[in-house]
């Protein structure tokens, strides 16, 4: 299975602040990556798939990038709202998608 | 709109056998797939398999092979997740999820269902 890490585990931030989230794969997984959001008591929410694409209705201060092993989350300028913590998930290796621990974000 | 219901919360005994619910509307339900998701208390979430309720071709993650059960009605477009036997160790939120191939993002949730365990 491949593995994904995610760093850090937590982060506080304050609002404004730009905010930046690591996913590692163990092995590479080209630009199939999406991240999610879940807040306390929710279901997960996509943000971003295939790396660093937004999905509709998702806020322009979220970004994504990185291909292979790498990739990053962005937030541009924390907002009260973006508290909650945040996933990443591989969908390369079909019928076995992978999570990665979750980071989450303190306002 | 497109959505995902899940089923209400359940309490349960070791030993019992349980089956949830995920019914899909606003979508065609037959060629999408369903996937299932652990999430114990406190903890991160677990990928455990997925469903095509076009066939009921399903595929499960090695941790979860043999200890549940994906199942689907498509003539009312709607998924299960099956234990034969509790343990307290199934103790979770269950979420299911809509993808659009066996390899893709989950982009629709279901609100998820809180299944308990405890003698």
């Known amino acids: 299975d491949i593995q994904m890490t995610q760093s850090p585990s937590t982060l506080s931030a304050s609002v404004g602040d730009r905010v930046t989230i690591t996913c590692r794969a163990s092995?590479?997984?080209?630009?199939?990556l999406a991240w999610y959001q879940q807040k306390p008591g929710k279901a997960p929410k996509l943000l971003i798939y295939?790396?660093?694409s937004l999905e509709s209705g998702v806020p322009s201060r979220f970004s994504g990038s990185g291909s292979e092993t790498e990739f990053t989350l962005t937030i541009s300028s924390l907002q009260p709202d973006d508290f909650g913590t945040y996933y990443c998930?591989?969908?390369?290796?079909?019928?076995?998608?992978?999570f990665g621990g979750g980071t989450k974000v303190e306002i | 709109e497109v959505q995902l219901v899940q089923s209400g919360a359940e309490v349960k005994k070791p030993g019992e056998s349980l089956k949830i619910s995920c019914k899909g509307s606003?979508?065609?339900?037959?060629?999408?797939?369903i996937g299932w998701v652990r999430q114990m208390p406190g903890k991160g979430l677990e990928w455990m398999g997925i469903?095509?309720?076009?066939?009921?071709?399903?595929r499960y993650s090695p941790s979860f092979q043999g200890q549940v059960t994906f199942s689907a009605d498509k003539s009312i477009s709607t998924a299960y997740l099956q234990w034969s036997s509790l343990k307290a160790s199934d103790t979770a939120m269950y979420y299911c999820?809509?993808?659009?191939?066996?390899?893709?993002?989950?982009?629709?949730w279901g609100k998820g269902t809180t299944v308990t365990v405890s003698s």
């Open positions: 999820a809509r993808l659009i191939s066996s390899s893709s993002p989950m982009d629709v």
């Open positions: 092995q590479s997984i080209r630009s199939w």
């Open positions: 998930q591989q969908y390369y290796s079909y019928f076995a998608l992978t």
């Open positions: 295939k790396a660093s």
């Open positions: 469903i095509y309720p076009g066939d009921s071709d399903s």
């Open positions: 606003g979508y065609s339900f037959t060629t999408y797939w």
